[in-house]
């Protein structure tokens, strides 16, 4: 999956398919995993930060690194910029689960 990566490091759809890819085959016991795939959403970001899909996508790798708030901040932004966006809404409910849950213990 690097090959593209190192043949064009600007090619933000290249950039968030590698990063969902590695985020889509890593749990969290995978964190180098996951931080890799987040390194790579990161560059796309940098070319396009209003783009669903990949805020979605950081949104996810953000909640399987533990990362509550941060993931909260670009599913909210995911949902700016597509509101019908399914997945993101469930992600949301998830994210408002696991908040709610560490505040009641």
């Known amino acids: 999956y690097k090959k593209g990566y190192q043949i064009d490091q600007n090619n933000f759809e ?3 398919n590698i990063g969902q890819l590695i985020a889509g085959t890593s749990t969290k ?3 180098n995993r996951l931080n890799e795939a987040l390194f ?3 560059k796309a970001e940098k070319i396009n930060n209003n783009n ?3 805020l979605y996508s950081k949104a996810f790798t953000l909640y399987q690194l533990g990362q509550h708030p941060a993931a909260l901040e670009y599913v ?6 597509n509101q ?5 809404v469930k992600l949301k ?5 696991k908040q709610n849950s560490t505040n009641n213990q």
């Open 76 to 81: 909210n932004k995911a949902l700016a910029v």
């Open 93 to 97: 409910n998830k994210i408002a689960q």
């Open 52 to 54: 669903a899909q990949l």
């Open 84 to 88: 019908n966006m399914t997945e993101a």
């Open 40 to 42: 790579y959403l990161n």
């Open 14 to 16: 290249n950039l968030v």
């Open 29 to 31: 016991q995978h964190k």
